[in-house]
């Protein structure tokens, strides 16, 4: 049974540290994504990799967070230094982008990650 | 600014009851319109749409897009409690490949 994990699943940490959030993508998919979700601002797109390289990072605030694919079976997701307002869950989702174009009906969420900071 | 606006934020029905969730967009260059169901965890996927009036169909749902009107309706028949959930809305844009959630309608079904 094929799916995406996240660790950890969740984390409580204080202001300033650092967190890494990690993502194992479902083999086979050559695309994986970062979404961020909050009760005020939903679920937003923070960036997304094809084959290890960034497609778009446009929605990921980029003074503290970074991401990357080191290989084709870990994508993880850091925050550094992290504040409160990084509170919320982040869903990581693998997929496919063929022909230049993500296919959003084929993505498959991981269960997320649930951060607080303090 | 591109966004997805999403109504009623929330809905409270007894079983049985058929529901009518609206998506509501402004995204320059759209492409497509998806719904997801979020129960405790991560989203699933429901309906992809493309094209104007027609309709797509999975069991008591159902979903029609409306190019002209900038807008989609998620239609729910003979609810149950298992389909309490949020329901998400999103819209694919074509330029920059970019992909916008609405904040969902969040559904109670009691029994």
């Known amino acids: 049974d094929a799916r995406v994990t996240q660790t950890p699943r969740h984390k409580v940490t204080e202001m300033g540290q650092e967190v890494t959030m990690r993502c194992q993508p479902i083999?086979?998919?050559?695309?994986v994504f970062w979404y961020r979700q909050t009760m005020m601002q939903g679920l937003e797109l923070l960036a997304y990799?094809?084959?290890?390289?960034?497609?778009?990072d446009s929605g990921m605030p980029k003074d503290r967070f970074s991401a990357e694919m080191p290989d084709a079976t870990l994508a993880t997701l850091k925050i550094q230094p992290s504040e409160p307002r990084d509170s919320a869950v982040y869903f990581c989702?693998?997929?496919?982008?063929?022909?230049?174009?993500?296919?959003?009906?084929?993505?498959?969420f991981g269960p997320g990650t649930r951060l607080t900071v303090l | 600014e591109d966004k997805v606006v999403q109504s009623p934020l929330s809905l409270v029905v007894h079983e049985g009851d058929t529901v009518t969730l609206n998506c509501s967009y402004e995204v320059t260059n759209f492409r497509s319109l998806l719904w997801y169901k979020q129960e405790k965890k991560a989203p699933t996927f429901l309906f992809m749409l493309t094209s104007s009036g027609i309709e797509k169909k999975s069991g008591r749902l159902s979903s029609i897009l409306d190019k002209k009107e900038l807008s989609s309706i998620l239609n729910i028949t003979a609810t149950q409690t298992g389909d309490s959930a949020i329901y998400l809305c999103?819209?694919?844009?074509?330029?920059?490949?970019?992909?916008?959630f609405g904040t969902g309608t969040s559904l109670t079904v009691i029994p």
């Open positions: 989702a693998s997929g496919l982008v063929r022909d230049g174009r993500a296919w959003w009906d084929e993505q498959f």
């Open positions: 999103a819209v694919e844009a074509v330029t920059g490949n970019q992909f916008y």
């Open positions: 990799f094809r084959n290890r390289a960034p497609l778009d």
């Open positions: 083999l086979g998919h050559n695309t």
